[in-house]
């Protein structure tokens, strides 16, 4: 069975992708945007570390984790990620907390 010449297969592909598109599109949801947006480089500090994982705070209030830790409480990091994304691209050391 076909419809024009194509697939009953083949047509329901095809709607299935309409609508997904038309879906993204009134949702205001910007493919491009998440691809492509900027890498942003801060420093924060550590501010939790539980079983090798530590947690950080950057300037989005996004709270972003950095699996095997090597950091401790306290240090200071530079860390690199895209907005609004929770994964960590890139991590340093940059001092650690003075005790004393």
């Known amino acids: 069975m076909s419809v024009g010449g194509v697939s009953l ?19 205001g949801f910007q493919v491009i945007d998440v691809l492509f947006a900027a890498n942003i480089t ?4 550590v ?3 539980e079983q090798g994982t ?3 705070q950057a300037e989005d209030d996004v709270p972003r984790t950095i699996g095997d830790c090597p950091y401790d409480v306290g240090d200071t ?5 895209k907005r609004e994304q ?3 691209s ?4 940059i001092r650690e907390q003075q005790q004393g």
Do not use: D, M, N, R
Request: proline share 2%; net charge negative.
């Open 90 to 93: 890139e991590h340093q050391l």
């Open 54 to 56: 530590c947690t950080v």
């Open 47 to 49: 501010i939790i570390k």
């Open 42 to 45: 801060e420093e924060t500090q």
């Open 77 to 81: 990091i530079s860390i690199t990620y």
């Open 86 to 88: 929770p994964s960590i």
């Open 9 to 27: 297969g083949k047509t329901a592909i095809i709607l299935i992708a309409a609508g997904v598109a038309i879906v993204f599109v009134i949702s």
